[in-house]
């Protein structure tokens, strides 16, 4: 494997934490997941003042905490897939908070960025919003955990704003793949096709339909 440290992304509810997994168990490699709990959440998607930043903030000191005890424990020095990149913090950020909290969140942003380590590749998994709402739908009947959901409004923009932020993306290797007809449980012939493309992967961005279920 040319890549080393394999970053997955993409909006809620496209299926990052399942595909980590997946990959990790195939490749023998370490598996990095978002530590979800927020306790500002739920106050976030309430609309109360001021939540937002306090959720940004929490999401952003958690994601930094856990790449820099990473990095002290040399976890990257051997295979390892995370469902997340750091930088995608600032998709939400921008898509969040208004310009005052921005201001503060910038320079806190750029203080914490210089001690996480970059992937070697970055795979964006793309599906249209009204596939997301589904799959959020259905895991909230699987898990039975009510927890709080975004609002279909919020997942449009919030999908706009990863297509944005990609569509410019230079900073690594993007593996895009279209996930709509993609089962994140399915077959090992599908996954060993993902796996093609990864191991084909250069420089630059390379964009991938799926010809079977994943």
Same mark, same amino acid.
């Given at each position: 494997? &040319?890549?080393?440290?394999?970053?997955?992304?993409?909006?809620?509810?496209?299926?990052?934490?399942?595909?980590?997994?997946?990959?990790?168990?195939?490749?023998?490699?370490?598996?990095?997941?978002?530590? #979800?709990?927020?306790?500002?959440?739920?106050?976030?998607?309430?609309?109360?003042?001021?939540?937002?930043?306090?959720?940004?903030? #929490?999401?952003? &000191?958690?994601?930094?905490?856990?790449? /820099?005890?990473?990095?002290?424990?040399?976890?990257?020095?051997?295979?390892?897939?995370?469902?997340?990149?750091?930088? %995608?913090?600032?998709?939400?950020?921008? $898509?969040?908070?208004?310009?005052?909290?921005?201001? =503060?969140?910038?320079? $806190?942003?750029?203080?914490?960025?210089?001690?996480?380590?970059?992937?070697?590749?970055?795979?964006?998994?793309?599906?249209?919003?009204? /596939?997301?709402?589904?799959?959020?739908?259905? %895991?909230?009947?699987?898990?039975?955990?009510?927890?709080?959901?975004?609002?279909?409004?919020?997942?449009?923009?919030?999908?706009?704003?990863?297509?944005?932020?990609?569509?410019?993306?230079?900073?690594?290797?993007?593996? /895009? =793949?279209?996930? #709509?007809?993609?089962?994140?449980?399915?077959?090992?012939?599908?996954?060993?096709? $993902?796996?093609?493309?990864?191991?084909?992967?250069?420089?630059?961005?390379?964009?991938?339909?799926?010809?079977?279920?994943?």
């Amino acid at each position: 494997m &040319l890549f080393q440290y394999i970053a997955i992304e993409g909006p809620i509810g496209v299926g990052k934490s399942s595909l980590a997994d997946r990959l990790a168990t195939r490749l023998d490699a370490a598996s990095v997941l978002e530590e #979800s709990d927020n306790p500002f959440l739920p106050d976030f998607y309430a609309g109360r003042p001021g939540a937002a930043l306090q959720a940004q903030l #929490s999401y952003l &000191l958690n994601r930094h905490r856990q790449q /820099v005890t990473l990095r002290q424990a040399n976890l990257f020095a051997q295979t390892t897939i995370s469902d997340y990149l750091f930088d %995608r913090d600032k998709i939400y950020a921008y $898509l969040n908070l208004d310009d005052n909290e921005l201001f =503060v969140y910038q320079r $806190l942003y750029d203080l914490l960025a210089r001690d996480v380590p970059s992937p070697d590749l970055v795979i964006y998994l793309q599906a249209p919003t009204d /596939v997301l709402v589904r799959r959020l739908r259905e %895991r909230a009947q699987e898990t039975e955990i009510d927890k709080p959901q975004p609002e279909v409004s919020y997942l449009r923009e919030l999908n706009e704003a990863y297509q944005h932020f990609f569509f410019h993306y230079s900073a690594t290797p993007l593996l /895009v =793949v279209e996930t #709509s007809q993609l089962d994140l449980a399915g077959s090992e012939a599908a996954l060993e096709d $993902l796996m093609r493309q990864i191991r084909t992967m250069n420089k630059g961005t390379r964009y991938y339909v799926p010809r079977t279920n994943l």
